[in-house]
């Protein structure tokens, strides 16, 4: 099996994962694997890791748990593989795109993998979860180890773009320099929410903004 994520995340991802709480969770998640199916497969837990290396990250898209239905979740937060029918959150997250993004049009893939790329990391607070049983991960330990990557994102790299969408995802504000980084919040693109204000929202164009007045180049958020 090749390396579960990008070397450049070695000197912080390496000392997490050997923490006493990650063999708990690391347990925990192989009896889960045992008892029944978990999403995403074992080689893909740390995708957005593997795409996204630490030292070309410019944006991070947090989301809170993997999709939980078949063949949906990979790795990567609000993405789904080629061939699997967009979930209503991402539909919404192209919905915004399209007034946004001059040239913007809806992919028939939901396939997130182009952005991660180019620096956009997509990452869930908690990257496991039972099929068919949203947030059955949480609490587990998870979440203390991607609020300490978000901490080391937030340290030791300069002009970041946090999109923080909903409540979940901005309690994690208190983790991010916001004197030297960007944070954009707004509600979850979820249907039950994305009418109270992430429609108009325009975080894509105001990340690319912000990356090329810091001298960055700005993401292509186009998918084809």
């Known amino acids: 099996m090749g390396k579960r994520f990008d070397q450049s995340w070695e000197p912080i991802l390496g000392p997490l994962l050997n923490q006493p709480y990650m063999a708990e969770l690391s347990f925990f998640v192989q009896q889960s694997r045992n008892q029944g199916r978990?999403?995403?497969?074992?080689?893909l837990v740390f995708n957005a890791f593997k795409l996204t290396g630490f030292d070309?990250?410019?944006?991070?898209?947090?989301?809170?748990?993997?999709?939980?239905?078949d063949g949906q979740a990979h790795g990567l937060a609000f993405s789904v593989p080629d061939g699997i029918a967009l979930p209503p959150s991402l539909k919404n997250i192209f919905k915004e795109l399209e007034t946004d993004i001059p040239g913007f049009k809806t992919p028939r893939s939901g396939d997130l993998s182009h952005w991660?790329?180019?620096?956009?990391?997509?990452?869930n607070a908690t990257l496991t979860v039972n099929a068919h049983?949203?947030?059955?991960?949480?609490?587990?330990?998870?979440?203390?180890?991607?609020?300490?990557?978000?901490?080391?994102?937030?340290?030791?790299?300069?002009a970041v773009?946090?999109?923080?969408?909903?409540?979940y995802a901005q309690k994690k504000t208190n983790l991010i320099d916001a004197n030297k980084h960007l944070i954009l919040n707004t509600v979850h693109p979820s249907p039950l929410s994305v009418y109270r204000g992430f429609f108009g929202c325009k975080h894509f164009s105001q990340a690319n903004f912000f990356l090329q007045k810091h001298g960055e180049k700005a993401?292509?958020?186009k998918l084809l």
Do not use: C, M
């Not at 978990?38 to 080689?43: D, G, I, N, S, Y």
């Not at 991660?116 to 990452?123: F, H, I, R, T």
């Not at 773009?161 to 409540?167: C, D, P, S, T, Y």
């Open 56 to 69: 070309s990250l410019k944006v991070v898209i947090l989301g809170q748990d993997p999709y939980h239905n």
């Open 38 to 43: 978990v999403f995403p497969p074992r080689e």
């Open 219 to 221: 993401i292509d958020w």
């Open 161 to 167: 773009v946090f999109l923080l969408w909903g409540a």
């Open 133 to 158: 049983q949203a947030g059955s991960h949480q609490k587990k330990g998870w979440e203390q180890f991607t609020d300490q990557v978000i901490k080391a994102i937030s340290d030791q790299k300069d």
């Open 116 to 123: 991660a790329q180019q620096g956009v990391l997509l990452l």
